[in-house]
């Protein structure tokens, strides 16, 4: 391995750390806990394999969305929006599901509140997949 | 002809036992059109069925949307349900004309459905059900609710709302109180039933109604509701278009209906208050004079859901006022002012998605009146039941390969009368008992 590669190497993973570290930064992962039990644990696990009746959402953060939970069958309208879940689209679709995502399979009325999707969003940040 | 006589049970059997081959499958589907268009199994929406979980509301409050874009051909569906009923005393004459006394097979109705969304994207969906009757051998318009949903914010809290074409007051409900979706669950065209119903349970496929309806969140875990609705009585071809006759009221019908929900976990509790109003018109006659009826009730449902079972408690009652202003001058009732109330208590649990068992506790009390009720010694409609269903679902949890959308129900049903048409015996003035109506229903509901 070039020196050039080995610095582009930890730029990206320095990279992948702020990205993975903003939300935790942004929103607080213990409120989050509390509003994923409440408005999220009905219908998703947080183990890989938990699905229910939507998909875990074990290590979905920082990755494509509808690519995760093996087993689950996502929605042609989720799987067709080639989205990644970042901060800015957990946001979005948070906010308003079935506005900003027409057709998927999740009926919900979306969290209001910016800072209770940041926490959430932090709490997603701290679920690994494996 | 949807009759099945004894002398078919054999093809019933071979039904049944060709169902129970195909329950040995996998991966699960269950109501038909909205798992085809969702994927989710039918307990994603239902505690069996028709009651249903906070995914079922939130799928309806929604528009019936989620998981869709257009219609699709999976958005049709076939139901039937197919049953034997047994009366504790033969009825003379036949449990309904061309049937024998007793024990009988019958296909008692078979429907087509259509469920999901129109356009998604405006949040624009339906659930259409037109029905066969195979008891009176007549088709029609069945539940029917073509709604518009959206999403906003409203006081920074999110809010659905939306509006509704439908054709049965109660019909767009969240909750299984109501009659359109709540006890019982599984009648009996067969059997006997009260002399009386309030308004609010009569009125189902004989009204078309506009109305609006908001939903919001006013925490993370509490919801109001309010809903209203203008409905009015189908004009006299239509009516007969559809299959449901003519039926005339006077006037617009106004209804509407009030909730609030708390839910913790999968849980909640709700408790909520309904109303109702109109003028039916007893002649059947265009124009001449009506009646005026008004129908308040209060309802509640708490209801518990783990990954192994789910219990729910229902109660509802009702006050109707009669005014029989119409029915009076025309010498068929005694007063002037009547009333009617009904109470139902429901409790069901569910184990594994499979077993299901529903107990319901049913009473309707009104006034004395000879003449309105002229099949009573007493002259009163008084009538309580205990009901008792037990049933197998084997597709909540895995439909057929062949089917994975199918979905079915077998049931074992009885229902107790300690009295019926106003006394425990002697009711008719005849000797005939309460417990002479005592019925068995048994059977498959099948959806495909």
């Known amino acids: 391995m070039t020196s050039m590669s080995k610095l582009f190497g930890l730029a990206t993973a320095m990279l992948m750390l702020a990205g993975a570290s903003s939300a935790l930064a942004a929103g607080d992962a213990t409120k989050g806990a509390g509003v994923f039990q409440s408005q999220c644990a009905m219908c998703h696990g947080v183990t890989p394999g938990a699905n229910g009746i939507g998909p875990s959402l074990a290590g979905i953060y920082g990755k494509p969305a509808a690519s995760m939970a093996a087993g689950y069958e996502y929605s042609a309208a989720l799987k067709g929006a080639k989205l990644v879940w970042d901060d800015a689209s957990l946001d979005k679709f948070l906010a308003a599901p079935q506005s900003y995502v027409p057709g998927t399979k999740m009926p919900y009325a979306g969290l209001p509140d910016a800072g209770d999707r940041a926490d959430v969003i932090a709490y997603l940040a701290t679920l690994t997949g494996k | 002809m949807a009759r099945v006589s004894i002398t078919r049970l054999p093809w019933t059997v071979v039904a049944l036992a060709l169902t129970g081959y195909l329950a040995d499958t996998n991966a699960a589907h269950a109501i038909p059109a909205f798992a085809a268009q969702t994927g989710e199994p039918c307990s994603a929406c239902h505690i069996g069925f028709p009651q249903l979980t906070p995914y079922g509301r939130e799928f309806k409050l929604?528009?019936?949307?989620?998981?869709?874009?257009?219609?699709?051909?999976?958005?049709?569906?076939?139901?039937?349900?197919?049953?034997?009923?047994?009366?504790?005393?033969?009825?003379?004459?036949?449990?309904?004309?061309?049937?024998?006394?007793?024990?009988?097979?019958?296909?008692?109705?078979?429907?087509?459905?259509?469920?999901?969304?129109?356009?998604?994207?405006?949040?624009?969906?339906?659930?259409?059900?037109?029905?066969?009757?195979?008891?009176?051998?007549?088709?029609?318009?069945?539940?029917?609710?073509?709604?518009?949903?959206?999403?906003?914010?409203?006081?920074?809290?999110?809010?659905?709302?939306?509006?509704?074409?439908?054709?049965?007051?109660?019909?767009?409900?969240?909750?299984?109180?109501?009659?359109?979706?709540?006890?019982?669950?599984?009648?009996?065209?067969?059997?006997?039933?009260?002399?009386?119903?309030?308004q609010l349970a009569s009125l189902g496929g004989k009204v078309m109604g506009l109305g609006a309806y908001g939903a919001m969140n006013i925490t993370l875990s509490d919801l109001l509701y309010a809903e209203a609705n203008v409905y009015q009585s189908l004009p006299n071809n239509l009516g007969h278009t559809l299959g449901v006759g003519y039926n005339p009221i006077s006037g617009a019908i106004p209804y509407g209906r009030l909730a609030w929900q708390h839910s913790w976990a999968n849980n909640s509790f709700e408790l909520g208050a309904i109303g109702l109003q109109d003028n039916p018109i007893p002649s059947g006659v265009s124009h001449d004079p009506a009646d005026h009826m008004t129908d308040l009730g209060v309802d509640s449902q708490l209801q518990f859901i783990s990954s192994t079972y789910a219990l729910s408690l229902q109660a509802a009652y009702v006050h109707e006022w009669q005014h029989l202003s119409a029915t009076y001058a025309a010498g068929n009732s005694s007063n002037l002012n009547d009333s009617l109330d009904t109470i139902t208590l429901t409790a069901s649990y569910l184990l594994h998605q499979k077993y299901g068992i529903t107990e319901?506790?049913?009473?309707?009390?009104?006034?004395?009146?000879?003449?309105?009720?002229?099949?009573?010694?007493?002259?009163?409609?008084?009538?309580?039941?205990?009901?008792?269903?037990?049933?197998?679902?084997?597709w909540n949890n895995g439909g057929p390969k062949i089917m994975p959308w199918a979905n079915a129900k077998f049931f074992v049903e009885a229902i107790i009368f300690p009295t019926f048409s106003g006394r425990s015996s002697n009711y008719d003035g005849a000797g005939a008992s309460a417990n002479a109506n005592n019925t068995l229903f048994t059977g498959i509901w099948l959806a495909f």
């Open chain 2, 360 to 394: 319901t506790y049913s009473n309707i009390v009104g006034s004395s009146d000879a003449l309105a009720y002229s099949g009573s010694a007493n002259g009163k409609p008084n009538t309580s039941s205990f009901t008792t269903e037990i049933d197998y679902y084997p």
């Open chain 2, 62 to 198: 929604e528009g019936y949307v989620a998981g869709g874009m257009f219609p699709d051909f999976k958005n049709l569906a076939l139901m039937s349900q197919i049953g034997f009923t047994h009366v504790q005393n033969k009825v003379p004459g036949g449990l309904a004309p061309n049937y024998p006394s007793n024990n009988a097979w019958s296909v008692q109705q078979t429907s087509i459905f259509y469920g999901g969304a129109l356009d998604a994207k405006i949040g624009l969906g339906a659930f259409i059900q037109a029905t066969y009757n195979g008891i009176g051998h007549s088709f029609s318009w069945d539940n029917t609710d073509i709604r518009l949903a959206r999403l906003t914010t409203f006081l920074k809290k999110p809010l659905f709302y939306g509006f509704t074409f439908n054709n049965n007051p109660g019909v767009t409900d969240l909750w299984n109180t109501p009659p359109a979706w709540g006890y019982p669950f599984l009648p009996d065209s067969l059997g006997a039933g009260p002399p009386a119903a309030v």
